[in-house]
Every structure is written in C-alpha cells, then in structure tokens.
C-alpha cells in the first residue's frame, strides 16, 4: 500500500480528523446509509451464529471485541444479544462516550471502553470468543492491518473467531481521500489474512445493500 500512503502520520491523522467531524448517529457510523443497519446486523448474525455454540470446534460466548465500534451499533444490535461481555475500541473518544448511553441497560455488560487506533491496539491475551472487524480495515495500511491481526489471533480463547466484513473493490486498491482510506480487493484482503498466519474458514457477501455501495464480504478467521 506504500503508492497509497507513503506518510503514515497523515493517513492516520487524516482520518482522525474526518471522524471527530462525524455526528455520533447510526446515520454517521454508516456514511448516510443509516437505513440499512437492520440487514446488516440481520446478514451478521446469521453468519456469526453458524460458529456458536456447545461442542468441539464451536465459539464460545463469553467476551467479544468490536473493533472501530463507533457508537456501539455492533454492540448493540449483534453482539450484546450473544455474549455475556462485550469490549468496544474505537479512534474517537466522542463515539465512545455516546455508546454509553445508545447502549441503555446493556452497558452494564460492556468490560472495557478502548479509546485507541487499531494499528496500535493490542488485545489482551487469551480474552475473546470473537473480535469482530467491520468497515474498518481500510483505515489501516498493509503491514498495521497484518500485524493488528497476528495481535488479534493471540487474543482468541481456544475455538475462538475473528471476522472481518468491509467493503471489497471490484480490482486493485481503491484510495479514498475523503475519510482517509482505502477500499481492496478480495484477493488482496485474502493474501493479507495469509500473512498474518491465519486461514479463511468461511465466507459470504452480504446480500440486499444498496447497488451503489461496493460489495460487502463477510470473512471468519482461524
């Protein structure tokens, strides 16, 4: 990614900046397109529910992360509902504050509230079930999101999951300079998992977005 963001200092700072200009609404977590937060967190749990459960192999439900949470949507539509315990990380202290309330009585069962960016994020060590990734990998350059997910991969429980689901580009490397970011391509986000040791046990495009928008693909990682 290095024709993309020869200065690191200002990719990251750049979307730092564009994100504490955005509105804590669900609305502003999904760049306007508020309206299709219920298919997302419908096409999600379907996806993460496969994993879940009693036995050899399955993903327990203890404690999940939620990565670039924003507001907590995730938390609160998806994750809450199936964990015990829910962490929250996020760049923008201001999302992180209003998840405190969007959340309502669920807080209670949110364990930490992790002001920080990804690339320089490290979970701790045999905590989570999941660590789920949405629409935040692009904020991160090849080797951060390499090594953010060798970061992740210590922190899983045995049996434990990470998933990722972000935009894909239809080919090659797709910068945005509005919000600091980059959108890849499949094969590309793919090589990078291989990089950071990890394998692609299952994976799905959500279905039912808006044909404007890029491709959604859901991946769950081991």
């Given at each position: 990614?290095g024709d993309v963001?020869?200065?690191k200092?200002?990719?990251?700072?750049?979307?730092e900046?564009?994100?504490k200009?955005?509105?804590?609404?669900?609305?502003?977590m999904?760049?306007?397109y508020?309206?299709?937060?219920?298919?997302?967190?419908?096409?999600?749990?379907?996806?993460?529910?496969?994993?879940?459960?009693?036995?050899?192999?399955?993903?327990?439900?203890?404690?999940?992360?939620?990565?670039?949470?924003?507001?907590?949507?995730?938390?609160?539509?998806?994750?809450l509902?199936?964990?015990r315990?829910?962490d929250?990380?996020?760049?923008?202290?201001?999302?992180l504050?209003?998840?405190?309330?969007?959340?309502?009585?669920?807080?209670?069962?949110v364990?930490?509230?992790?002001?920080?960016?990804?690339?320089?994020?490290v979970?701790?060590?045999?905590?989570?079930?999941?660590?789920?990734?949405?629409?935040?990998?692009?904020?991160?350059?090849?080797?951060h999101?390499?090594?953010?997910?060798?970061?992740?991969?210590?922190?899983?429980?045995?049996?434990g999951?990470?998933?990722?689901?972000?935009?894909?580009s239809y080919?090659?490397?797709?910068?945005?300079?509005?919000d600091?970011?980059?959108?890849?391509?499949?094969?590309?986000v793919?090589?990078?998992?291989?990089?950071?040791?990890?394998?692609?046990?299952?994976?799905?495009?959500q279905?039912?977005?808006?044909?404007?928008?890029?491709?959604?693909?859901?991946l769950?990682?081991?």
């Amino acid at each position: 990614m290095g024709d993309v963001s020869e200065d690191k200092s200002s990719f990251y700072s750049n979307a730092e900046d564009y994100w504490k200009d955005v509105p804590p609404t669900v609305d502003g977590m999904l760049g306007g397109y508020g309206s299709i937060s219920s298919i997302d967190i419908s096409g999600s749990r379907a996806f993460l529910r496969k994993f879940l459960g009693d036995g050899e192999g399955k993903t327990g439900t203890g404690r999940a992360l939620d990565c670039g949470a924003g507001i907590g949507r995730i938390s609160k539509r998806l994750l809450l509902p199936l964990f015990r315990t829910v962490d929250l990380v996020d760049v923008t202290q201001d999302f992180l504050d209003k998840a405190r309330t969007f959340l309502g009585g669920d807080a209670e069962r949110v364990g930490n509230y992790y002001c920080c960016g990804l690339q320089e994020f490290v979970p701790e060590p045999d905590r989570y079930d999941v660590i789920w990734i949405q629409w935040v990998i692009g904020h991160l350059t090849d080797d951060h999101l390499v090594a953010f997910l060798r970061r992740c991969q210590k922190g899983l429980r045995p049996a434990g999951l990470i998933v990722i689901k972000d935009n894909v580009s239809y080919e090659g490397v797709v910068p945005d300079d509005v919000d600091s970011s980059v959108c890849r391509d499949l094969d590309i986000v793919r090589r990078l998992v291989g990089r950071a040791g990890l394998r692609v046990v299952h994976e799905e495009q959500q279905l039912n977005f808006p044909k404007e928008i890029y491709q959604v693909h859901t991946l769950a990682l081991r």
